[in-house]
C-alpha cells in the first residue's frame, strides 16, 4: 500500500517526540494502523499517536488520563506562571531545536497556595497550552497492604509515565503522598517510595513535565524543596480585587450570563479573602437559587449567597499566614 506522507519538519518531530517510550513493536503498529485509516500520514496523526498511547494508559491502570478542557485564558492573573510556561512552550513545539541549543525539556514546577485558587486549574491549562497529554497519579491509589506492591505500583506508574512522553504528569496535593516520609508507622513504605520518587526526578529518561500541587507545606519534607528538583516553585496567593472581577466574569460568561448586567464592583468588594473555587460555588449556588426561585441570576441573589458563606481565609487565617511567610523567601509569585 502507497502512503502519501503530509509532514512537515516541525510536525515529524512532534510526531517521533510523542511515539517516545514506545517499543519499536508498538510503534510500528500505531503508524500502520493510522496508515491503513486513510492512506496518508498527515499532522493529525499527532492527535491519534496520543490517543493510543492513552490506552496504554488505561490498560496499566496505576494513572488516569484527563482530558485537557481548559486554556490559561480560562483562568484570571497567575501572569508570572503563565509567562513562564509561555517561554517553555518552544521547546516543546521543536524539542530538536531546543537541543541544538543546548536546552533540555524542563523538569516540573511546584504549585504551592491556598486552597481553591487554581493550582489544579493551572496543571490542566499546561497540557492544552503545549498540546501534550495529561495524566494524574493518585498517589494513595499507590498504596497497597501487601509487602512490596506499594513500592511495585509507584515504579509502574513512572515507567507508564515515561512511555507515555513527552507528556504532562500532574500530582495533586503531593503531601498527603510524601507527608509520613521519615515516619515508621506505615512500615517504611512511604519513606521508600519517597527516596524513589527522588531518584526518579533526578534521573527521569522520558520528557515528563511535572505540576505538583500542594496545599501544607509543613507537611513535605524539606529534601523534596531543594533547588533542582523542580525548575521552580510557585506560591499562588488569594485573588486580589482586579482577579477576583475576572473569576466572576469567566464564571458567569461560562454559565451563559452577562457580567454586565451584574455589579461587579459590588459583589468584588464583598468577596475580600474568598478564593477563586469560593467566588465559582456562590456563582453556583445562586444560579440552583434562582432557578428554584424561576428567576434569573442577579447581584442581589448572589449579594446573599456571599454574605452565607465564610471563606477558607477565616476559618485558616492563621495557617495561610504562616504559609505566606514560609512562601515569601523561599518561592516566586505566581502573580
Known amino acids: 500500500m502507497k502512503a502519501e506522507v503530509k509532514l512537515s519538519v516541525e510536525d515529524t518531530n512532534r510526531l517521533l517526540s510523542n511515539l517516545k517510550g514506545l ?4 510503534a510500528e503498529k500505531i503508524i500502520t494502523r493510522l496508515i491503513i485509516e486513510d492512506g496518508a500520514l498527515d ?4 492527535g491519534r ?3 493510543a498511547k492513552r490506552e496504554i494508559v488505561e490498560r496499566e491502570g496505576v494513572l488516569e488520563y484527563y482530558p485537557a478542557e481548559e486554556g490559561m485564558s480560562d483562568i484570571a492573573d497567575l501572569s508570572t506562571l503563565k509567562s513562564w510556561l509561555s ?5 516543546i513545539v521543536d524539542p530538536e531545536k531546543a537541543s541544538r541549543f543546548g536546552l533540555s525539556f524542563p523538569k516540573g514546577v511546584l504549585l504551592l497556595g491556598v486552597p481553591g485558587c487554581g493550582k489544579s486549574m493551572a496543571a490542566k491549562a499546561v497540557a492544552k497550552e503545549w498540546g501534550l497529554p495529561l495524566l494524574k497519579m493518585d498517589p494513595s491509589g499507590l498504596y497497597n497492604k501487601y509487602i512490596g506492591e506499594s513500592e511495585k505500583n509507584f515504579r509502574r506508574a513512572m515507567d507508564t509515565a515515561e512511555k ?5 504528569l500532574w500530582i495533586d496535593e503531593i503531601e498527603k503522598a510524601f507527608s509520613a516520609a521519615g515516619g515508621a508507622e506505615d512500615g517504611g513504605v512511604s519513606a521508600r517510595i519517597f527516596g524513589t520518587f527522588l531518584s526518579w526526578l533526578q534521573e527521569r529518561n522520558g520528557d515528563v513535565f511535572i505540576v505538583a500541587t500542594a496545599n501544607d507545606v509543613e507537611k513535605l519534607p524539606p529534601e523534596f524543596l531543594r533547588k533542582g528538583r523542580f525548575d521552580e516553585i510557585f506560591f499562588i496567593d488569594l485573588p486580589d480585587e482586579e482577579t477576583r472581577k475576572s473569576i466572576f466574569e469567566i464564571h458567569l460568561r461560562k454559565r451563559g450570563k452577562d457580567p454586565s448586567r451584574f455589579d461587579l464592583q459590588s459583589l468584588v468588594h464583598m468577596t475580600e479573602g474568598f478564593s477563586g473555587a469560593e467566588i465559582e460555588q456562590v456563582i453556583v449556588s445562586g444560579l440552583y437559587t434562582s432557578y428554584s426561585a424561576k428567576k434569573e441570576l442577579d447581584t442581589d441573589t448572589l449579594t446573599r449567597e456571599i454574605s452565607a458563606t465564610r471563606p477558607l481565609s477565616e476559618i485558616m487565617a492563621e495557617k495561610i499566614s504562616r504559609l505566606r511567610e514560609w512562601a515569601a523567601e523561599r518561592t516566586v509569585s505566581a502573580h
Do not use: C, F, N
Not at 23 to 26: A, D, V
Open 23 to 26: 517499543t519499536l513493536t508498538e
Open 43 to 46: 499532522a493529525r496523526d499527532i
Open 164 to 168: 507515555m512522553s513527552p507528556v504532562v
Open 87 to 91: 517561554r517553555r512552550k518552544e521547546i
Open 49 to 51: 499517536v496520543i490517543d
